[in-house]
């Protein structure tokens, strides 16, 4: 039922970073896999189409 | 300009590859003009048009190698002309472009079985939905997430069987990694669950320096426990930590629950399958002391030293308060008697708020800018008013600023204030080591505390500093040359912030 | 009536089966005139690459494309008189697109021009796709560039048509399964293609019984042509992407062009429209002697492979063109993992040996595009700015978003799906 969490506890942090880069470099440093993604804000047309995109996909 | 041709006969690479070559050698120190191409007819021509003499090509057939660089001068050419082997070995490149969304990352990683997400709370919000959409556990590290917000995502997660650690979570350590504010403690088979961060510091440190390890230390974010979100998180993690191998025992950690989040936890700990010890930092009424199915205890020391007896493993001795008296009377002797106020300054919101409680229970007034009871709210948090303890981490303080474990700026600032003040006697101060905090948190405040006792001599005063350090001797800033670089100041520096209020609290008088 | 959200899952279904479905059989190569029906009118026609475009919004290199045609067909002298012409409104233009047609950069086609023909045997339909060569296409009109127009007129063009009369058609999955498996990607990489298509062209060649003269030409031409086979390629993808449009409810897109001044995509659900946005500049490499601020901007419409499922969508399959995105695998394979999260299905019969024989994905989803931020990646070579200039270098580009919410916003608007509320 909780396979995911389950899976997170088994394997370790195998993680994407959204935010502070410090964070994904400690995780590296720990020897952790970890993606840090080069966020920027979405842009307004993005925030405008969030609300289609849940009536149709 | 001096121009360059060399011919390597037969010698074959694709013609994408060689324009990627090329345009490395462009980028050499002081070449104008440089093509490595392949010796066909049209390329050739393309050389004559950039004005390589035509003797230099008339051998040239298309199976060959043809290296053409025009420069400033010999020299230049010579240098350029040297790199080309290394860049035709391709070795050179190798960085691969930084995803942008989560989506571009999780094909990166298709493994990924976790986001941590620290971007500001309005976004923070929708990426961690994406997140457990795709399948993630969330790390959300980012505070000021709207509470409906909070809840939404905490059910999502349930019923994707994910777990939600946030928002406002400061720190976890998944099977030995740490994520966020984070300390390196040896793994064994203590579980944890904290709504407090820097609680979850403490807590870990103190087992590892016991001798003892952690399994997991799941944070549930900082509101988690209350009425409105119900111990959502707490609920999700208690069960995984209940069929994970690797944990025996358990400890929930945080400020006391909301009413019926307590009956909720009280009620689902009655059919634990493993032993749970509650540690609320709070105050606790006996009502509930007796109703609660298992050991509740409300300071940190207190449930480190549950957890090692509840595993058969011996209390060390820097758990156990000691007689403080005489130290604290040979301090008192050199203050003056003006001198009887006590200044917190901390980074760690936890410590703040169980030193408050500390000097709650003994009865000492105090002011904080993060209050225990509204009673203790100080007015102007520029300001302190007899004892004060400060949470330097309050978004009040941070705003627009880095958090007080990372910058130390303000609690500096503050520490040369406090000092200018004749009825201050004491400074009690913690310092948080670990992944992501400052590389040397004693060593950012050291200029300012000797400053500060520097300033006291002068007045004919003295300055008790009275510190504890949260952290291991396995973090990067290494515990003991922390401790040891305070002591050579002259800190006072204790084994646990317990012991660090308790002995504050002696030197007032009171003995508690 | 049906979740609306049903009813696109199963639009969506059918759109890919009919891609997947593709035979496509390379039939004839045939000047335009005979196949396309619109230069039947006899009117002064000139069709080009992407959405559609005016003499005055054209970038430079269409417009050099259009010079070279109207010599070739006589219609002008000079170059001058060509470019009067153009201007004044005598000739119309129209996009590929609406004839059934591709033509890979300036993508322009005129009546004389042969084009490849490809019939797909599944459904019936044929597309057509000009020849692929690295200068008139890119905006020369010099001698050298129409001289290899007419010797595509007067050799190559009926050698080849007498070559496949000779062998019945040729089809060409085979072909594009093979070459996949030898590292094409089939855009920017059709070294193995070409090489099987000259295999099996070869031996019809010579039975068709032509002079000796032209058979040798275009045995030249054909066995030493890196890229020769992106005609029949772009014409293939044409040919298998042209089924899956006008499904009712599908958000599949059936085409991505780009004419140096717009990009444009169709979308099946909503067939017949164009969703443009300027048309972004490809992230690329150079031949000696060019400058980035020498390059035009994206164009073409050879994305008509990406449409269905090649190109960079297929680059972790292609490790002979990693220069392209700078030259490791993992950059790669980490592209053509992206795409599988904005595409609905995958192809059985074609397949990555480098991905562990793992099976091509295809048809773009613009709600998936929108949700996850990521959209199509293009591989592309790069023509000048400027009219009159060969082909100057290759890249990658990626399609600009803006395309694929104006399509979801149409979309939502055509069935009735209120934004807010």
Request: with cysteine; aromatic share 6%.
């Amino acid at each position: 039922m909780n396979e995911g969490i389950q899976r997170l506890l088994g394997e370790g942090p195998k993680a994407i970073n959204l935010g502070l880069e410090e964070f994904a470099q400690a995780l590296e440093a720990q020897g952790a896999k970890v993606v840090h993604v080069d966020w920027s804000p979405p842009p307004p047309e993005a925030e405008e189409l969030q609300d289609l995109l849940e009536k149709l996909l | 300009m001096f121009r360059a041709v060399q011919i390597q006969k037969r010698r074959y690479f694709d013609s994408m590859f060689l324009m990627r070559v090329t345009q490395h050698l462009q980028a050499e120190p002081g070449v104008k003009e440089a093509a490595v191409v392949m010796g066909t007819p049209a390329n050739v021509q393309i050389l004559l048009n950039l004005g390589f003499p035509a003797a230099d090509l008339a051998e040239v057939g298309p199976d060959d190698l043809v290296i053409a660089v025009a420069a400033e001068d010999e020299v230049a050419a010579g240098k350029a002309l040297a790199k080309v082997e290394e860049f035709l070995s391709g070795r050179r490149e190798g960085a691969i472009q930084a995803p942008k969304t989560l989506a571009q990352a999780l094909a990166r990683l298709p493994e990924a079985n976790i986001a941590v997400i620290s971007l500001p709370g309005h976004h923070a919000g929708r990426e961690a939905h994406k997140a457990l959409d795709a399948g993630l556990n969330v790390f959300l590290f980012s505070s000021n997430v709207p509470l409906e917000e909070e809840t939404a995502l905490k059910k999502k997660a349930r019923e994707k069987g994910l777990l939600l650690m946030g928002p406002d979570c400061g720190t976890a350590i998944i099977a030995g990694i740490g994520l966020g504010f984070a300390n390196v403690v040896r793994r064994g088979p203590i579980g944890l669950i904290a709504a407090s961060g820097t609680g979850a510091q403490e807590f870990t440190s103190l087992i590892h320096r016991a001798g003892a390890g952690i399994s997991h230390a799941i944070g549930t974010g900082s509101r988690d426990f209350s009425d409105k979100v119900g111990g959502l998180t707490a609920l999700a993690a208690l069960e995984a930590l209940e069929t994970d191998p690797a944990t025996e025992v358990l400890v929930l950690l945080g400020k006391p629950p909301g009413e019926n989040t307590l009956q909720r936890l009280a009620e689902r700990l009655r059919h634990a399958q493993k032993p749970v010890i509650a540690c609320f930092l709070g105050v606790i009424s006996e009502a509930i002391k007796k109703k609660w199915p298992g050991k509740l205890v409300s300071l940190i020391d207190d449930a480190v030293a549950a957890a090692l007896s509840t595993l058969g493993l011996p209390v060390p001795e820097f758990l156990r308060p000691e007689n403080l008296e005489e130290l604290a009377e040979r301090e008192r002797q050199k203050l003056t008697p003006r001198q009887r106020f006590v200044r917190g300054i901390f980074s760690g919101g936890t410590f703040c708020y169980q030193a408050q409680l500390f000097f709650h229970t003994a009865r000492v007034p105090f002011k904080s800018n993060a209050p225990l009871l509204p009673e203790h709210e100080l007015p102007n948090p520029f300001q302190s008013e007899g004892h004060t303890l400060l949470d330097m981490g309050d978004e009040f303080f941070t705003q627009g600023r880095l958090h007080p474990m990372i910058d130390p700026t303000l609690r500096r600032e503050r520490i040369l204030k406090e000092a200018e003040d004749p009825e201050v006697s004491v400074l009690l101060l913690d310092f948080v080591l670990g992944y992501n905090a400052s590389p040397d948190p004693v060593g950012n405040l050291l200029p300012a505390i000797r400053a500060a006792q520097e300033k006291k001599r002068k007045n004919g005063e003295h300055l008790v500093v009275v510190a504890s350090v949260c952290g291991t001797e396995a973090d990067p800033q290494d515990y003991k040359k922390q401790v040891e670089k305070l002591e050579e100041a002259g800190v006072l520096v204790f084994s646990t912030q317990a012991q660090a209020v308790r002995f504050v609290l002696t030197l007032l008088g009171g003995g508690r | 009536m049906a979740n609306i959200k049903e009813r696109i899952e199963e639009a969506n279904r059918e759109a890919v089966r009919r891609m997947v479905a593709g035979d496509p059989v390379l039939v004839d190569v045939a000047p335009a005139r005979e196949v396309v029906p619109v230069f039947q009118t006899g009117e002064k026609i000139l069709l080009h690459s992407g959405p559609p475009v005016t003499w005055e919004r054209m970038c430079g290199a269409q417009k050099g494309s259009m010079v070279a045609l109207v010599l070739f067909e006589g219609w002008a002298k000079t170059p001058e008189e060509a470019w009067e012409l153009l201007s004044s409104g005598e000739v119309k233009f129209s996009p590929n697109h609406h004839h059934q047609a591709v033509g890979p950069m300036a993508g322009t086609i005129s009546p004389s021009l042969p084009v490849f023909v490809v019939e797909n045997r599944a459904f019936g339909n044929r597309a057509f796709c000009r020849p692929v060569e690295d200068r008139q296409q890119f905006g020369d009109y010099s001698e050298q560039a129409l001289d290899l127009l007419h010797r595509w007129r007067d050799i190559f063009g009926p050698a080849l048509r007498a070559a496949l009369r000779v062998a019945g058609g040729l089809p060409l999955k085979p072909i594009i399964a093979r070459a996949l498996e030898m590292g094409d990607e089939l855009h920017n990489r059709q070294v193995a293609a070409s090489s099987l298509l000259a295999n099996a062209l070869s031996v019809p060649l010579v039975e068709a019984g032509l002079p000796k003269e032209s058979l040798v030409a275009t045995l030249k031409l054909l066995t030493n042509h890196p890229v020769f086979f992106l005609g029949p390629m772009m014409a293939a993808a044409k040919a298998i992407a042209d089924p899956a449009r006008g499904i009712p409810f599908s958000t599949i897109v059936t085409a991505m062009a780009r004419n140096g001044t717009e990009f444009g995509i169709q979308v099946s659900g909503v067939d017949g429209k164009w969703f443009t946005a300027p048309a972004p500049r490809v992230e690329g490499i150079l031949f000696p002697g060019y400058r980035p601020e020498d390059a035009g901007l994206d164009m073409g419409d050879s994305a008509i492979t990406e449409t269905v499922g090649f190109g960079a969508f297929v680059l972790g399959g292609a490790p002979g063109i990693l220069s392209l995105v700078g030259g490791t695998v993992a950059q790669a394979m980490a592209y053509t993992q992206e795409m599988r999260q904005i595409t609905v299905g995958t192809h059985p019969d074609y397949r990555l040996p480098a991905r562990d024989f793992q099976e091509i994905s295809l048809g773009i989803d613009i709600r998936k595009v929108v949700a996850t931020g990521i959209t199509p990646i293009i591989d592309t070579a790069i023509a000048h700015k400027d009219p009159g200039h060969p082909k100057i270098g290759a890249g990658l580009v990626r399609a600009p978003m803006e395309c694929f919410r104006k399509a979801l916003l149409r979309f939502a608007e055509k069935y009735g799906v209120a934004q807010g509320g």
